[in-house]
């Protein structure tokens, strides 16, 4: 790790996670973050100097911040829809010398001139994988030598307590799969009412712990929806092994989920669905969710071709082709345990501090 003081001006939004950012900090000299969207979870940052982006006079603000804190390097986060790509690109435009580094996670695989400028006209980037980075360079063809592979937004390790309860299974006999996360009734990649149904058909208990989403006409995402809440509150009327639960914290992760035996990443969508091509990159947050209390992870074996790589190389999980391969993953007890000793073992291998160090490297590497 570079021995160079960093003083580090995160912008943009940092997503799920929020404080991992704390971990950051205490790793480097300086962070302030710079935010385009408030999430309220920031209240709790209370060790990281925090300001609104303003609406006018933005890059004049960003280089008050960057001479007040002497700020040598930015560090612009994190997807498409937050308006980081917007602020990135004022800064750009702006001719401000410092360096910046795009992270990018979340988008709609639709290309466009903004997004071409943040991942081309920046000092470095940062893609979640390697999937990812081969996307890109077949559409804008990004450079290599300023390419860089981590995820964005793990959760932190203080959340991997062994605060851990016995399984429900081995109380009435019947596997408990947990799906946490956004869940929608959009026929996409988060609605997962056709498993609770299957699910439902061969015994298996399903518990929801979510954000009920959907989407408005630009197709932006709405979050806390009511039509979708009341979808789901519907189908557990109907499906008796289905039971729907009040959001938790980070806190609660290791506790309250290691009750049951295994968590679920996304429903598979057709190869013409809007969403495909995104979902074969992507690697939801949700996955450091489930290590966090040492669940394995199942995941559709068609589709979702970055994350049934990690789950594969990293033996956290199993990919399945079908509803009764499923079932049968989810009855194997041995083959359950087994899989919860080895993520047990090493859990803390997928938490933001595990990483930390190389995303200092990184920015280390074009600091000024």
Same mark, same amino acid.
């Given at each position: 790790?570079?021995? $160079?003081?960093?003083?580090?001006? #995160?912008?943009?939004?940092?997503? &799920?996670?929020?404080?991992?950012?704390?971990?950051? %900090?205490?790793?480097?000299?300086?962070?302030?973050?710079?935010?385009?969207?408030?999430?309220?979870?920031?209240?709790?940052?209370?060790?990281?100097?925090?300001?609104?982006?303003?609406?006018?006079?933005? *890059?004049?603000?960003?280089?008050?911040?960057?001479?007040?804190?002497?700020?040598? #390097?930015?560090?612009?986060?994190?997807?498409?829809?937050?308006?980081?790509?917007? %602020?990135?690109?004022?800064?750009?435009?702006?001719?401000?010398?410092? &360096?910046?580094?795009?992270?990018?996670?979340?988008?709609?695989?639709?290309?466009?001139?903004? =997004? $071409?400028?943040?991942?081309?006209?920046? %000092?470095?980037?940062?893609?979640?994988?390697?999937?990812?980075?081969?996307?890109?360079?077949?559409?804008?063809?990004?450079? $290599?030598?300023?390419?860089?592979?981590?995820?964005?937004? @793990?959760?932190?390790?203080?959340?991997?307590?062994?605060?851990?309860?016995?399984?429900?299974?081995?109380?009435?006999?019947?596997?408990?799969?947990?799906?946490?996360?956004? @869940?929608?009734?959009?026929?996409?990649?988060?609605? #997962?009412?056709?498993?609770? *149904?299957?699910?439902? $058909?061969?015994?298996?208990?399903?518990?929801?712990?979510?954000? @009920?989403?959907?989407?408005? *006409? =630009?197709?932006?995402?709405?979050?806390?929806?009511?039509?979708?809440?009341?979808?789901?509150?519907?189908?557990?009327?109907?499906?008796?092994?289905?039971?729907?639960?009040?959001?938790?914290?980070?806190?609660?992760?290791?506790?309250?989920?290691?009750?049951?035996?295994?968590? +679920? @990443?996304?429903?598979?969508? &057709?190869?013409?669905?809007?969403?495909?091509?995104?979902?074969?990159?992507?690697? &939801?947050?949700?996955?450091?969710?489930?290590?966090?209390?040492?669940?394995?992870?199942?995941?559709?074996?068609?589709?979702?071709?970055?994350?049934?790589?990690?789950?594969?190389?990293?033996?956290?999980?199993?990919?399945?082709?079908?509803?009764?391969?499923?079932?049968?993953?989810?009855?194997?007890?041995?083959?359950? !345990?087994?899989?919860?000793?080895?993520?047990?073992?090493?859990?803390?291998? +997928?938490? +933001?501090?595990?990483?930390?160090? !190389?995303?200092?490297?990184?920015?280390?590497?074009?600091?000024?």
């Amino acid at each position: 790790m570079s021995a $160079k003081p960093l003083n580090i001006l #995160v912008l943009g939004c940092l997503g &799920p996670n929020q404080n991992r950012i704390s971990s950051l %900090a205490k790793t480097v000299n300086r962070v302030i973050y710079a935010y385009t969207e408030f999430n309220p979870s920031q209240i709790l940052l209370d060790d990281i100097i925090q300001v609104a982006i303003p609406r006018r006079n933005m *890059s004049a603000f960003i280089e008050y911040i960057s001479i007040r804190y002497e700020i040598n #390097v930015i560090y612009s986060l994190l997807n498409s829809h937050d308006e980081s790509t917007e %602020a990135t690109i004022e800064l750009i435009e702006s001719g401000l010398k410092i &360096p910046i580094i795009r992270h990018y996670k979340e988008h709609p695989c639709f290309p466009t001139v903004e =997004e $071409k400028k943040v991942l081309t006209e920046t %000092a470095g980037q940062i893609y979640i994988n390697q999937e990812s980075f081969n996307y890109f360079h077949s559409v804008y063809g990004v450079d $290599k030598s300023t390419a860089h592979y981590l995820d964005a937004d @793990m959760i932190s390790k203080q959340y991997m307590t062994d605060n851990f309860q016995s399984k429900l299974s081995a109380e009435d006999g019947k596997p408990h799969l947990l799906i946490a996360g956004s @869940m929608s009734a959009l026929n996409d990649r988060l609605d #997962v009412r056709e498993l609770c *149904s299957e699910m439902d $058909k061969r015994n298996i208990c399903v518990h929801l712990y979510g954000n @009920m989403v959907s989407e408005n *006409s =630009e197709g932006y995402q709405i979050f806390y929806d009511k039509a979708t809440a009341l979808e789901y509150q519907k189908l557990t009327t109907t499906l008796k092994n289905t039971t729907l639960h009040s959001f938790i914290t980070p806190e609660m992760f290791a506790f309250e989920w290691s009750k049951y035996d295994a968590g +679920f @990443m996304h429903s598979s969508v &057709p190869s013409s669905h809007p969403t495909s091509q995104f979902e074969e990159l992507n690697m &939801p947050y949700r996955y450091t969710a489930y290590l966090c209390a040492g669940l394995p992870i199942c995941i559709p074996s068609v589709g979702q071709s970055a994350m049934k790589r990690f789950v594969g190389e990293n033996k956290i999980g199993f990919s399945f082709k079908d509803y009764d391969e499923l079932s049968n993953i989810l009855h194997d007890r041995t083959l359950l !345990k087994t899989s919860e000793k080895r993520i047990r073992e090493r859990r803390t291998d +997928f938490s +933001f501090e595990f990483s930390v160090n !190389k995303l200092i490297d990184i920015l280390s590497k074009y600091s000024l």
